[in-house]
């Protein structure tokens, strides 16, 4: 026995013997990992064998379908953990980079477990498999499972993060309780299946952080300050002239509540994709979300070929009314508790009239005043406070929404809907339908285009303003946007 295999004894053993883990929950694991008869045997005796399973000196038996049915299948989380840091910890395997692969490329997992189970039972390899043990019919019904934790008539449950396929789980009011959850976390646990449902069993993490080790405020009752820090959406040597844009001329700052103002067919759509796959791309301490809002199937696939179902929440004009104004306060909610952790995060609306016609026809909208369009008051008091939830903290933490809005549609209400979220945006983009018909992209008209109060300008949109835009047009601009490769390049064409 190597010097290791000692340490790892010695440590497995006091680990065992001192911990909460009853005998009962020792016995479920040397029943999966091959230990034979473990009911009959002491938890000492118990703990011998399972390190020299470990250790190769002894030999794993089947597991045995005689006798009456196994009461306790269930193997505590905590176990498997820590056993599996205590492997790593000791270095009780051999290394597995030198593992000859084959053609068909193998996780680093997989290589892992090659090399330590080359002379070792093939059980414990549930061990280093820990967080998906559904290799064992044993274990198959603990499983781990991510979910945005969501209260249903008084009862908590943690949703599918896409918001549309999957099972619900299950969550006690203790676990919410001693983890301190909120509504919109994303939750990573244990889960078992119940008589009726699935039901959470452990809370490993929160908004992929560890449970235990984070502490937050509350969004509501953070200090807001002017958006500052620039969100960069330009790489090196960028083509995009709409990238470009958005990085030299026009930047959106962490905590900006950004509106993006379009005619129909005028690219609004595009123009967010491409500011979300760039920012995705470029801003790697942001998280980047995106909500679409009664789009159809096609552009739905565009978005889904790149963000996650972490990231991309969606409804279809398929979808009913009812869903998606609940899918919209599904990601509101995720958003603002990744914000409660100090991080930047920057969230994509596509689009808000079409969010503000799904909550005119719920029944949370009626009871106001009815304006022009059909539109109740209630429903513009929710899309002003949903655009209105964006903002930087003095302390740590931002949230940054860019929403499209639609204009020229020919529908009084569309008018009423984009002016109240003027009112509470700080930076206004203007899309122009006579540059969308030229086929002249992106159509930004660069003139109608506002920023609010605390936010800096820079010296391309001063010199375009009150020189270049007056005499020469928003053509001659965006064709020299085009053509340059740095924002000192194209001051110089502009000038």
């Known amino acids: 026995m190597t010097e290791n295999e000692k340490l790892f004894q010695t440590a497995m053993k006091a680990y065992l013997l001192s911990s909460e883990v009853s005998l009962n929950d020792l016995r479920a694991y040397g029943r999966v990992i091959g230990i034979e008869s473990p009911t009959k045997k002491t938890k000492p005796v118990l703990i011998d064998e399972i390190i020299a399973l470990f250790l190769g000196e002894l030999a794993p038996v089947p597991v045995s379908s005689k006798g009456a049915p196994v009461k306790n299948k269930y193997i505590q989380p905590i176990v498997l953990n820590t056993i599996n840091k205590i492997c790593e910890e000791y270095k009780v395997f051999e290394k597995y980079e030198n593992v000859v692969t084959e053609e068909k490329p193998i996780s680093e997992v997989e290589a892992y477990n090659r090399a330590f189970f080359q002379n070792r039972p093939q059980a414990v390899k549930l061990v280093l498999e820990s967080t998906t043990p559904t290799l064992y019919d044993e274990v198959a019904s603990h499983v781990t499972y991510k979910g945005q934790l969501h209260k249903i008539k008084e009862v908590f449950y943690l949703l599918p993060l896409n918001c549309n396929d999957g099972e619900k789980i299950l969550i006690s009011d203790k676990l919410v309780e001693e983890n301190d959850l909120r509504e919109g976390d994303i939750i990573s646990c244990w889960v078992a299946r119940g008589s009726s449902a699935l039901v959470a069993t452990q809370v490993l993490a929160v908004n992929e952080v560890l ?3 984070f502490t937050r405020s509350r969004f509501e009752e953070g200090v807001p300050c002017y958006p500052e820090g620039k969100i960069a959406f330009c790489g090196e040597n960028e083509e995009n002239a709409t990238l470009k844009y958005f990085d030299w001329v026009s930047p959106i700052r962490k905590g900006q509540r950004t509106c993006v103002i379009a005619p129909p067919k005028a690219g609004k759509t595009q123009l967010i ?3 979300a796959c760039s920012a995705q791309k470029n801003n790697p301490n942001v998280y980047v979300f995106v909500l679409l809002i009664d789009q159809s199937p096609e ?3 565009k978005f889904r070929r790149v963000f996650g179902e972490n990231a991309l929440v969606y409804t279809t004009y398929e979808d009913d009314i009812e869903w998606q104004a609940f899918s919209a ?12 952790h100090g991080r930047d995060v920057l969230l ?7 969010l503000a016609h799904a909550y005119n026809e719920t029944d949370a909208s009626l009871g106001g005043k009815t304006l022009a369009g059909g539109i109740e008051s209630k429903t513009l008091q929710y899309v002003k406070r949903f655009l209105g939830t964006a903002r930087k903290f003095e302390t740590n933490g931002s949230l940054t929404i860019v929403g499209a809005s639609a204009l020229e549609t020919g529908n ?3 008018e009423l809907i984009c002016s109240e979220l003027t009112a509470v ?3 206004d983009i203007r899309l122009s339908g006579e540059l969308a018909s030229k086929r002249i992209y992106p159509a930004i008209d660069h003139l109608q285009t506002r920023t609010g109060e605390g936010t800096e300008c820079t010296d391309l949109d001063i010199y375009l ?3 270049f835009l007056p005499t020469h047009g928003a053509e001659a601009f965006l064709e020299k946007l085009f053509e340059s490769k740095t924002q000192e390049e194209l001051l110089q064409k502009l000038k």
């Not at 306060?329 to 914000?339: A, I, P, Q």
């Not at 994509?348 to 079409?354: E, L, Q």
């Open 211 to 213: 449970i235990g080790s």
């Open 273 to 275: 994709y491409d500011l």
């Open 299 to 301: 552009t739905v696939g």
């Open 329 to 340: 306060e599904f990601m509101l909610k995720r958003v603002m508790r990744y914000v409660e």
């Open 348 to 354: 994509f609306v596509d689009s808000m009239n079409a």
């Open 412 to 414: 009084p209400a569309d």
């Open 425 to 427: 945006s700080n930076l």
């Open 465 to 467: 303003r009150n020189k």
